[in-house]
């Protein structure tokens, strides 16, 4: 099967990853039928829109629909090709919730024919292509499926797993030049996976099988996650020493072989702060290390509640009472820029933070029109109002409006800086705390 024999592809999931992988596709002239539960999603992109936010995304969809390539349905239709782009999330235990995989494989099965091929892009844990061919062959019985004792000459449709490797807000671009790892489960099905993909993938197509394509991707968010840890326990050891954590990272990275990163609240998304606990969940014995930074990057937003609380009373001890305290809290999205708030630790910061206290509470989130449910007690308003009212300005995401945030600071406000946007030298709200407390007590009992 060539690239020019694949007439048309079936996205099963529009979301981050779905909707422009079908858009890419729809731009290189290739007839995507796109499928999603979401019906407002579906109506949304019919209409030539997003209901995302992704840089470049809104024209090439808008092209790939005027153009007639692009249609979005909520039930599967025939294609040559299936991709399954759907969320992989974890129960409560930290166990791999695959449902979301196994309703999108029986919902494509009565239309699966012979030639097709089935990629999987979620996320998943090893392992996770191949429980879905038992999900395809036990839905569609009169047709052949790849296993370890099948050769290619026995099977009828192809299955592969190829992850996604994108950065949110250059999806559009990095789904075009980044490398692409195709697991297939046989060396058939990796070759014409690679088919599919060369399509519009400029990058190299690396071929592996299925199950290391699996690892990989979990490799390299648990290795990001390991490194975000070092940083954020570097945060917590720092407030203990009474020493400014940016500074000393920026002194050690001058290093030549050594690259910190910056602290932050925590992790968040849909893929570092939930992936490394694929790799746990299958060899818990074995994973110490990945555990132990899950463990240290969950614990970060609960220090930061922390701090914001005691900001609050130091608030309080300079004359206000609690239902008077306004804190202003700086951004929602779990990374700078974007407004994906999945995973976020900034909103399960200000989500705890509004539940615990009776004061007044402004939120600053640029790149969203409406505050979550979980926030109902707070108000949504423009960076200038909140620094204009507030007593205490927490910046729990490092958006590009809030660079400048030191200049436009009240010398009365009380900051808690999760992600160094605010020159910390200058604003020790942790390791300080204690003295200004005491010294806010001695001035409140002199004015007595």
């Given at each position: ?170 999806v559009v671009r990095e789904l075009v030049e ?140 300079q004359g206000k009472k609690e239902e008077d ?124």
């Amino acid at each position: 099967m060539s690239s020019q024999s694949i007439k048309r592809v079936s996205v099963i999931g529009l979301g981050y990853i779905g909707l422009p992988t079908a858009a890419l596709f729809a731009s290189r002239q290739v007839q995507v039928i796109g499928v999603d539960i979401n019906q407002h999603a579906v109506d949304t992109i019919n209409q030539g829109r997003i209901h995302i936010v992704e840089p470049e995304l809104d024209k090439v969809v808008k092209e790939a629909v005027d153009g007639g390539y692009l249609r979005a349905t909520t039930q599967p239709e025939p294609a040559d090709a299936y991709l399954i782009a759907v969320p992989t999330p974890f129960r409560e235990n930290h166990e791999p919730d695959l449902s979301y995989i196994e309703a999108a494989a029986k919902a494509i099965a009565p239309q699966l024919a012979r030639g097709n091929i089935v990629i999987l892009e979620s996320t998943s844990p090893v392992g996770a292509t191949e429980q879905m061919v038992q999900w395809l062959a036990e839905a569609r019985p009169d047709l052949r499926f790849p296993t370890k004792d099948t050769g290619d000459g026995e099977i009828d449709v192809h299955v592969a797993y190829c992850p996604e490797r994108v950065l949110p807000g250059q999806v559009v671009r990095e789904l075009v030049e980044n490398d692409r790892i195709i697991g297939g489960l046989t060396q058939e099905s990796s070759n014409r996976a690679c088919q599919v993909y060369r399509i519009f993938v400029r990058g190299k197509l690396l071929v592996t099988d299925a199950r290391t394509a699996e690892m990989s991707k979990l490799t390299e968010n648990a290795f990001r996650d390991v490194n975000i840890a070092f940083a954020n326990e570097l945060s917590l050891i720092c407030d203990k020493l009474d020493i400014n954590v940016w500074e000393l990272i920026d002194l050690a990275n001058h290093h030549p072989r050594v690259s910190i990163l910056r602290p932050g609240a925590g992790v968040g998304g849909h893929c570092i702060a939930v992936d490394p606990w694929f790799i746990v969940s299958k060899t818990p014995q074995q994973a110490r290390l990945v555990q132990t930074a899950r463990t240290v990057n969950d614990s970060k937003p609960h220090w930061v509640v922390e701090e914001i609380q005691g900001a609050s009373a130091l608030a309080r001890l300079q004359g206000k009472k609690e239902e008077d305290v306004k804190i202003a809290l700086l951004g929602l999205a779990f990374k700078p820029d974007i407004d994906d708030l999945r995973e976020s630790p900034a909103l399960h910061i200000a989500t705890e933070i509004v539940a615990k206290h009776r004061g007044q509470f402004l939120v600053v989130e640029p790149n969203v029109e409406a505050l979550p449910a979980s926030l109902s007690g707070a108000r949504l308003v423009s960076l200038e109002e909140a620094i204009a009212q507030a007593d205490v300005v927490a910046v729990l995401v490092a958006h590009t409006p809030f660079q400048g945030l030191r200049a436009v600071l009240r010398d009365a406000q009380i900051v808690v800086d999760a992600v160094g946007v605010v020159d910390s030298k200058a604003i020790a709200i942790s390791a300080g705390f204690e003295e200004a407390q005491n010294e806010a007590a001695a001035t409140t009992a002199r004015a007595a």
